[in-house]
């Protein structure tokens, strides 16, 4: 063999004991030669290197059987970590998560809407330094930053390239957030991020056509098929919140009459509301359809009904084997997903594929995306050197 393709073999190799460690974690050195046909010295000399390295570290001891111990291998906390930002209209969300998908330190920040992108950004780069600098967290151990957000992204330019909640059009935040920080920067569609963590690590664990629907600031939907998510040419695929459902509706804040989003998304019910009586926060208004008010009775009624027709619009073009409901408006009135659930299994679903998926709500909830924006920062540049 040619040095050159011992070289690659070797590195290949390695990769290959660190994920088996890392996805079945606590696992014995056996173990991962059995698995990998490679010969006990191999596995042995690479969870050396690995050990020394910092990555990996004996866990625990189990009866191997016949009196014998076995030892086992987990990760070392804190070895790799990455930052994960949630960016939305109100909030901005920063977490440091770590190889298995935890969140070791995180903050919430609000922000005003009408902050510009270059503050934003700005504003941003100091969050992250200032978390680092606090926690005591060194650099090297950072693989980079992910940032998840609502709208259309370039993932490979890094570039925002619309979003109707943050107001931007064409950011360059990748190039920007690592000008201000020294870290590699992934971005991308908040959903997107969500449905991979939820697929790491939530509700999804298993599961391989999974839909993820969002009901909150806006209505959007996520698709993982065979384990990867599913882009479309622009990465906008799964924009369903602005299907049009009525040519003569209301109009979106997108620019177009009768949008999916008009009949659920939180600032078209508040504005709705605010027709019949000042109603500040979608609080207020899930208090005035407790108490039965007719007009929040209806308006809510109505909402969930399109909620409904969204699982099924999904369902009928997808066909997934599992639908997660989530977004801001599911994480504070868990009783919206019993009620859609309700009308799915009943009348809105098509029939032949009521039984075909199961239903949950997501398990992450808000830390959703900072997790899963971790993640992807991890995916993209953690090189196992
Ligand atoms: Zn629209």
């Known amino acids: 063999m040619k040095k050159h393709d011992q070289d690659f073999m070797k590195r290949q190799n390695r990769l290959t004991v660190f994920e088996i460690i890392k996805n079945q974690r606590p696992i014995s050195r056996a173990s991962i030669a059995k698995q990998t046909g490679m010969s006990a010295t ?14 990996i570290q004996e866990s625990e001891q189990v009866s191997a059987g016949l009196g014998r111990k076995s030892t086992l291998l987990g990760l ?8 994960g930002i949630e960016l939305d209209r109100h909030a901005i969300s920063v977490g440091i998560v770590d190889l298995q998908g935890n969140i070791v330190c995180s903050e919430v920040y609000s ?19 200032e978390m680092l600098e606090r926690n005591a967290i060194k650099r090297n151990r950072v693989v980079g930053i992910g940032v998840g957000l609502p709208g259309i992204v370039n993932i490979e330019k890094g570039i925002v390239v619309f979003s109707v909640q943050l107001g931007w059009k064409n950011v360059r ?4 957030l690592k000008e201000l920080t020294g870290f590699e920067v992934a971005v991308d569609n908040e959903l997107k991020v969500k449905a991979l963590a939820e697929h790491l690590k939530g509700a999804a664990i298993g599961s ?5 629907i969002g009901f909150g600031n806006g209505v959007g939907s996520a698709l993982i098929i065979e384990g990867g998510i599913y882009r479309g040419e622009m990465n906008s695929a799964g924009e369903i919140g602005h299907t049009t459902i009525d040519p003569n509706g209301m109009l979106c804040e997108c620019g177009k009459p009768g949008c999916l989003q008009t009949y659920i998304n939180i600032s078209s019910l508040l504005s709705e509301a605010n027709k019949i009586r000042p109603i500040h926060t979608i609080e207020e208004l899930f208090d005035a359809y407790r108490v039965k008010e007719p007009w929040a009775v209806h308006l809510i009624d109505r909402a969930l009904m399109y909620m409904s027709i969204t699982v099924n619009n999904v369902v009928c073009m997808y066909n997934p084997d599992s639908v997660i409901l989530s977004g801001e408006l599911v994480d504070k009135f868990p009783e919206i997903c019993s009620e859609v659930k309700e009308l799915c299994s009943t009348r809105l679903v098509w029939e032949p594929l009521r039984e075909s998926f199961s239903f949950h709500r997501s398990e992450l909830n808000e830390r959703g995306v900072v ?6 920062a991890q995916t993209r540049f953690f090189v196992l050197e």
Request: proline letters at 0%.
């Open 208 to 212: 391989n056509r999974t839909a993820l």
């Open 173 to 176: 935040l990748s190039e920007r």
């Open 371 to 376: 997790i899963g924006s971790g993640l992807l």
């Open 42 to 55: 191999t596995v042995s000399r690479i969870v050396g290197e690995l050990t020394e390295e910092g990555y």
């Open 76 to 83: 070392v906390d804190g070895s790799v970590l990455s930052i």
């Open 111 to 129: 922000r005003l809407s009408e902050d510009s992108s270059t503050d934003t950004l700005e504003r941003l780069g100091s969050i992250v330094l």
